[in-house]
């Protein structure tokens, strides 16, 4: 029991196979027994990295105490490094391992990972031919290159580097593994199941080949429509209300921004939709969890969740896929050469271009992240994704991402930055390409932005400034008092409980100037709402169910309200733009499409209330018997008897005695071709 190799040996094997815990809890052990034990310090610093663990630091400490050069350490840094892009830095530190062991076969493979990066193509092989001539069998010199490239979305390099790693070693699954991903994430489904496949066998024990099996058996059940540039691809429900919709998006977005970026996307683009998250989720990176992302595309490939995934009204899909959408461009326009703040970045911006309501709104929590007066420069916004300390952090990374963009686009043109991703595809280093294309240095960009930054964030300065704890914010704050946001919403409160409208809305209203982005259930906009709906009079109702529209980016409620109200008003053409809005929240939500096909009746659109119906039909069992007959009904109103007659005999095949489709059948044939 104090056989301290045992413990290691199964700290080790639980770390290959990716069981962070049980390899912590080995390592752990041994360090009950030896406390300055430096293979079980290495390997719980490790798993705590792979992990997310904020031990890491502490342990990492520790272990550089005992030994400053130790080279799993060290190796560690480098990875951490050349994720960040810094790949000068990762090199310097892989040469300080070499200069102790000239064979250490990782810090090589790393180095050529670098050079890979750095386009120095000749070098890296010239350290690879070393690798080989010191061990012809390391597949570890082509699989750990493709793992990193992989990382920086250079997909087919990883794909082939991988390719290379098998030649040298048939066995090593995780190259074979490595392999599986990069042809998922090239789209190559067919391929990448061959080679799990290939995984499972050798290693059943294996949990991303199971989890991605698992997951492509669910994908083949999908159905596919292809059109123009696009294939989509999704479960029943989503395939028969959702993807027309999507493709109509896709295109809009595609003929906007090929012009706007210059660049022509190679088709096919692909785009899957996930009625559960975790096939979600492990279709992208492999295992389940990861519940903040909404979709991710790697280039050709978009993976998103459906609304069904989420919580109803919860999402809005249309700014998901078009935030995604916008990565294929600049993933496609620089050759997946970008860092992802960048690509991040330009897809925020382009997000709110869009659609004003959309983007990262400016959260209380981002407070913490600038506490110290000081905001981020060009070289330091990869690292709130690359390795953030909290999900505030990252959050506040896209925040600032895309300030940068919108900054850089209004400061120099958007010309300039089309010419900064020309020059990224070319090679140039992203910083070294925003200067070019500006004309600025980067001190000179990073004083602008920072200025800019200051004026962006100055709402945190009139929210709460100490900790707040969880609470009824959507931005998780318990809002207490002593900040001029907090009292002036405490004001309207108050106010519209003693039924003081007028004053009640003068406070909210300087609540919302004073943090227009506090987006909590309790917001200014919202409690307008309420207020003028419990107490009238009717045009103040409305006015702030349009301020409410205008101003929040997932308006089911309020606009499935107003919609009917503009429909008593016969405003058919406002109530149809309104539940097109709900639709990009809840397109399955079964009351705004019945509204919605009601509607398109009354305002002779008779090609929507098809549509609706057609949904109705599959969305809403009970019911599906009066949607058919509705359906057939606008069929024949619109001229197409056959289609109708159609209709109405396959509900008789199924309800012989429903009268009224009895009726409607009898009518559209005395009539023939006429409408009855």
């Known amino acids: 029991p104090t056989y301290v190799p045992a413990y290691l040996e199964m700290g080790d094997l639980a770390f290959q196979k990716r069981t962070y815990d049980l390899a912590a809890r080995n390592y752990a052990r041994v360090l009950t027994m030896d406390e300055e034990n430096q293979d079980a310090l290495a390997g719980l610093a490790e798993c705590y990295d792979a992990s997310g663990d904020p031990r890491l630091a502490e342990t990492l400490q520790t272990l550089l105490a005992i ?30 391992i ?16 670098a050079l890979f990066l ?9 350290v690879r031919r070393r690798v080989l001539k010191f061990n012809p069998y390391y597949s570890g ?119 706007k970026y210059q660049v022509a996307l190679q088709p096919p683009v692909v785009l899957q939709v996930f009625d559960n998250h975790d096939e979600f989720i492990v279709r992208s990176v492999g295992l389940p969890g990861l519940t903040g992302h909404l979709g991710i595309c790697f280039g050709g490939l978009i993976t998103m969740d459906s609304p069904r995934a989420r919580e109803p009204g919860s999402i809005n899909w249309r700014q998901v896929l078009w935030h995604e959408f916008v990565h294929v461009i600049t993933l496609q326009k620089t050759r997946n050469r970008m860092p992802r703040w960048l690509s991040e970045g330009i897809s925020v911006y382009e997000e709110t271009e869009k659609e004003p309501t959309w983007g990262q709104p400016l959260m209380p929590n981002f407070a913490k992240v600038v506490a110290d007066g000081s905001y981020p420069g060009l070289k330091d916004l990869e690292r709130y994704f690359v390795e953030p300390d909290s999900e505030d952090q990252m959050m506040f990374g896209y925040y600032a991402s895309g300030k940068f963009v919108a900054f850089y686009v209004e400061t120099y043109g ?8 020309d020059l990224i595809a070319n090679g140039t280093e992203t910083v070294a390409a925003l200067e070019q294309a500006s004309g600025a240095t980067e001190a000179d960009l990073d004083a602008a932005f920072a200025e800019r930054m200051q004026a962006y964030c100055a709402p945190l300065e009139n929210m709460p400034k100490h900790d707040a704890s969880p609470g009824g914010s959507v931005f998780g704050m318990d809002l207490q008092p002593e900040a001029p946001f907090v009292e002036a919403l405490e004001e309207g409160t108050d106010a519209a409980k003693a039924e003081d409208l007028e004053k009640a809305e003068e406070a909210f209203l300087r609540a919302y100037r004073l943090y227009p982005d506090y987006n909590g259930p309790d917001a200014p906009f919202r409690q307008l709402v309420q207020m003028y709906e419990a107490h009238g009079p009717q045009k103040k109702y409305i006015e702030a169910l349009e301020r409410l529209i205008r101003w929040d980016s997932k308006p089911l409620d309020a606009c499935l309200k107003l919609a009917r109200i503009r429909a008593e008003e016969q405003n058919w ?15 399955f939500d079964v009351s705004m499409l019945t509204d919605w096909a009601q509607f398109s009746i009354a305002a002779g659109e008779l090609d929507g209330a098809e549509k609706m119906f057609r949904n109705l039909v599959h969305l809403d069992p009970p019911r599906k018997a009066d949607h058919r007959l509705a359906l057939a009904r606008v069929l024949a109103k619109r001229g197409s008897a056959s289609e ?33």
Not at 120 to 125: E, L, S
Request: without cysteine; hydrophobic residues 45%; glycine residues 6%.
């Open 644 to 676: 109708a007659k159609r209709e109405v005999i396959a509900l008789l095949e199924e309800m012989p005695h429903f009268w009224d489709a009895q009726d409607l059948l009898l009518q559209i044939v005395e009539q023939g071709e006429g409408t009855p």
């Open 98 to 113: 070499l200069v102790i062991n000239p064979n250490h076969l990782k810090a090589l493979s790393l180095k050529v990972a």
């Open 414 to 421: 958007m010309g300039a930055l089309v010419q900064s991703l």
């Open 118 to 126: 750095q386009d120095r193509i000749q070098d890296a092989q010239t």
């Open 141 to 259: 010199v082509f699989r750990i290159p493709g793992r990193v490239a992989s990382r920086h979305y250079r997909f087919e390099a990883g794909r082939d580097f991988q390719r290379q790693a098998l030649k040298l070693d048939a066995k090593d699954l995780e190259a074979r593994t490595l392999l599986a991903f990069d042809l998922l994430r090239l789209g190559q489904d067919g391929q990448a199941r061959s080679e799990l496949e290939r995984v499972f066998y050798a290693d059943p024990y294996n949990v991303r080949a199971y989890n991605l099996l698992e997951v492509s058996d669910a994908i083949e059940k999908f159905q596919t429509v292809e059109q123009g540039l696009f294939k989509v691809q999704s479960p029943e429900m989503e395939a028969r209300v959702l993807t027309g919709d999507m493709m109509i998006l896709l295109e809009e977005a595609a003929e906007r921004y090929q012009e």
């Open 67 to 96: 030994n400053p050069h130790h080279p799993r350490v060290h190796v560690l840094r480098a990875e951490n490094l050349l994720d960040l892009g810094k790949t000068d830095l990762a090199i310097g530190v892989l040469d300080s």
């Open 573 to 587: 053409s406002q109530a149809l733009d309104l539940l097109d809005r709900a639709f990009g929240v809840n397109p």
